[in-house]
């Protein structure tokens, strides 16, 4: 079954800290692997999108990894500031009669800390 | 300079009744999705369209639920005999829609910020 699981459900951190969000999918074929913050009450905007040759993508102080042989990522946060407290959630995509399927996971929500 | 807009926002109703959800999708861009949130649960991809006609509708989840896009742009995701278990919000996103495999499959998604969706 194709499926998507993220850890830790929620987290709390303090301002400048760092924190790893991770990301397991059971999913094939695997198409890309993406990553989305979504703020309360807004709709998921895109970090980062990885496809299978991908190992690492950055995008400012966010950096997703990807192991495809274990199908795993993660998803780092630098320096950690109060408006990256949001829900995280990891999406992977897979091929299906000629279109893609996204299987979303249930998010990690991240609450930052002054 | 618009992203993705959903109206209404809020919508309360009664079960039974019948809702209709408008997504106005970013400018130019041919490729439509819906999906749904519920409380607890991940997003659920709902139907996609490419311009008008939608090659996938295979998230719907009974026969209450239907969608269209006219013009290629505004869409419109109907409940019909609304029941509770149908409370959600309801997202819409759009993309460029580009041809070629490699470009559709990395494109990004941008979302509107849904509509929340609750049935009495």
């Known amino acids: 079954k194709n499926q998507v699981e993220q850890s830790p459900q929620s987290l709390i951190i303090l301002e400048g800290k760092n924190c790893t969000l991770q990301c397991n999918y059971t999913v094939s074929p695997f198409s890309n692997l993406r990553w989305y913050k979504q703020d309360t009450g807004r709709g998921p905007v895109s970090l980062t999108i990885?496809?299978?040759?991908?190992n690492t993508k950055s995008n400012g102080r966010y950096t997703a990894t990807l192991d495809a042989d274990t199908k795993q990522s993660s998803l780092h946060i630098t320096a950690s500031q109060l408006s990256d407290s949001a829900s995280y959630i990891c999406v992977v995509s897979y091929s299906s009669s000629g279109t893609y399927k996204y299987i979303f996971g249930t998010g990690t929500r991240l609450k930052v800390l002054a | 300079g618009a992203g993705v807009s959903q109206s209404p926002s809020n919508k309360v109703t009664e079960k039974g009744k019948d809702v209709e959800l408008r997504c106005d999708p970013i400018s130019g861009h041919t490729a439509l999705y819906w999906y749904r949130q519920s409380l607890g649960q991940g997003l659920e991809f709902l139907i996609y369209?490419?311009?008008?006609?939608?090659?996938?509708k295979s998230g719907l989840p009974s026969d209450r639920f239907s969608a269209e896009r006219t013009g290629g742009s505004v869409s419109t995701l109907t409940i019909q005999r609304t029941q509770q278990e149908d409370s959600a919000v309801y997202l819409c996103?759009?993309?460029?829609?580009?041809?070629?495999?490699?470009?559709?499959?990395?494109?990004?998604?941008?979302f509107g910020p849904g509509t929340r969706l609750l049935v009495l």
């Open positions: 369209f490419q311009g008008n006609s939608a090659p996938d």
């Open positions: 996103a759009s993309s460029l829609g580009a041809s070629g495999t490699l470009a559709k499959k990395i494109e990004t998604q941008y």
């Open positions: 990885m496809t299978f040759s991908e």
